[in-house]
Every structure is written in C-alpha cells, then in structure tokens.
C-alpha cells in the first residue's frame, strides 16, 4: 500500500506542509524534510519551481523565483532525495506543474520518483480526462498517486468524476482565489465544505489555500481530513530558516 493510502488510515486531522524546493537556499530541501517528520508533521509536498506559476500567490511565486535562480531543477531535486527514505518515512509528493514533468519525460520523471521513494504528484494544470488518456497507466505502473484539485466552482458531477478517478485524497481548494490570498474562511467557504461534506466522496479531503494558524487549521478540519500549509510556511522559512519550523508546526498544533 502507497504511504499516502497508510497515512490516511490514521484516526487523526493530518497537518501537511507545503515548500519551494531550493528554497530559502538550494541545499535546504533535506534540512527541512527531516526537521518537519521530527516535528510530527504527517505530510509533505515538495513544490517544484515553475518559471510560470498561475495558481500561486505572490509569496509561493517569489520562493519558486529564487529556488530557480538558486539553480534547483527536477534533476538536481531528484540528486538532493536520492537518500531520502533512509531518513524520512513520511508520504512526500511533488507538487508543481505539467510542463516541467514533459520537458523531463513523464515515464522516466515517474521512475525517478518511484526509485527516491515518492509517493504522489500534485499537477493542477494536468487535467483528469488527459490523465486518464495518456498518463495513468504510467503513474499507476510506478506506484504513483495522482492527486486532483477541486475548487468552490467544481460542479458535484465533476466532483464524483474525481473522487472516482482518485485512489489518495481530493485536494480541495478553500477558494477561487491564488495561493496565500486568503484568510480565515467565511460563510461561502462554510458552506462549501458543507457540500463536500454531503456528498459523500470515497476519498477523503484534505484543505488547501487560506490555512495559516490553530484557527484556521481546525476550522478546515472540521469536515475534511486534513489541512495543507504552505505561504504561511514558506513566509516563516523567509523570516525565520529551518531552526524556525519547531516553533511554527507546535503553534499549528
């Protein structure tokens, strides 16, 4: 079983963590990994900078400008994990966009992944129907999850789509808004977690954009598995480097 599928098993609100790998420095991806799974972090997504990053807020995009021109590629990325499960043995995925994964090449990207111990990938911009057609067979022969985003404007029947297509958990998404543009969630987001909730999903659901404190990760749980943390992480690593996480992760918690 794939250690996102074990992780989800757990009778707990699972807190992932998202970061800019290459970022604050190129030799940081490591440091940080191991410092989160101490922490008791359950999760992690490892952001893979992107020239071109249109979901992404303002902080998530200067942090994956600077990973880029601190020098982090897929290759030097795979070069820096390539010992990471003698260490770590939280789920990690990479989160970043389709383009880079074609220029690698999708069969050999899914390799690499499955050989460093990868266990999912996170692509918004690849959509399920092009998956499906041309790409699961290969993220499934590799053991690889494919997690899909839905929004507030996901219609239910696209949801069931998803939730059927899944084998992880649903990313769901606060809001229509970039990474990092909200805060706190008011009546609409309430309501949308409510509709989710309704539904009914084989998958469990685990929140992503808007989550920055204790308020607000036990407001996403309150119906979803799980909540993801990244502009207000990667704003801590800014200010603070990896000798900040233990104080940011305990806050959460």
């Known amino acids: 079983m794939n250690r996102i599928q074990e992780k989800l098993k757990e009778n707990k609100k699972l807190l992932s963590i998202y970061f800019t790998a290459g970022y604050p420095a ?8 191991k410092s989160l799974e101490k922490n008791g972090v359950d ?4 952001g893979l900078p992107f020239s071109d990053p249109l979901a992404d807020g303002p902080v998530i995009q200067a942090s994956s400008t600077q990973a880029l021109k601190n020098g982090m590629t897929s290759s030097l990325l795979f070069e820096q994990l ?3 499960r003698k260490e770590v043995k939280i789920p990690l995925i990479l989160m970043g966009y389709f383009n880079p994964v074609l220029q690698y090449g999708v ?16 692509l918004p911009d690849l959509p399920l129907a092009e998956y499906e057609l041309h790409y699961k ?3 499934e022969k590799h053991g690889l999850i494919n997690v899909f985003l839905i929004t507030p404007q996901t219609s239910d029947q696209r949801i069931k789509e998803i939730d059927a297509a899944s084998k992880g958990f649903i990313y769901m998404v606060s809001s229509a808004s970039t990474t990092g543009g909200t805060s706190g969630f008011g009546t ?8 989710i909730d309704k539904l009914n999903l084989k998958n469990p659901q685990i929140v992503g954009f808007g989550i920055n404190n204790k308020e607000t990760f036990t407001a996403a749980t309150q119906k979803a598995s799980g909540a993801i943390i990244g502009s207000a992480f990667i704003k ?14 305990t806050a959460i918690r």
């Open 188 to 195: 609409s987001q309430t309501d949308y977690f409510n509709r």
């Open 236 to 249: 801590m690593l800014n200010s603070k480097g990896v000798k900040g996480i233990s104080n940011f992760i």
């Open 43 to 46: 999760m992690v997504e490892i």
């Open 26 to 33: 190129v030799n940081d991806t490591v440091a940080i990994l």
């Open 82 to 84: 390539k010992d990471i």
């Open 107 to 122: 069969e050999q990207f899914c390799a690499k992944c499955a050989a460093i111990g990868i266990d999912g990938l996170i």
């Open 137 to 139: 067979s290969i993220f």
